[in-house]
């Protein structure tokens, strides 16, 4: 893992703790960074990240699964089905499931 990238979620983390603190709202930390980090694993599958950029170029280089489906069609899928779960889990998370599994 990066160390920009470590280093950037540990600032987002103390962001947001001492947002909840300021605020007062009554949510756990742990279900604010709990639903950062499930959102934002939904959002790697978008194509524009490394978990889609890896699926549409192990899509484009397998020849057998070519003629099946354009590679057009499979980004926008994938980007729509990304866009999809951060929106999913946003609402579970305004909803407070998350905060009845802590």
Not at 27 to 48: E, K, R, Y
Request: hydrophobic residues 60%; neutral net charge.
């Amino acid at each position: 893992m990066d160390i920009g990238l470590v280093s950037l979620i540990v600032l987002v983390a103390v962001v947001i703790i001492g947002f909840v603190r300021k605020v007062n709202v009554g949510v756990l930390a742990i279900t604010i960074a709990s639903t950062i980090g499930m959102i934002s694993s939904c959002a790697g599958f978008s194509p524009a990240s490394t978990v889609g950029a890896v699926i549409m170029g192990a899509y484009e280089g397998d020849k057998a699964v070519e003629n099946k489906k354009p590679a057009n069609k499979l980004f926008i899928e994938l980007f729509a089905w990304s866009v999809f779960c951060v929106f999913f889990f946003a609402l579970l998370s305004f909803l407070g499931v998350f905060s009845l599994i802590g």
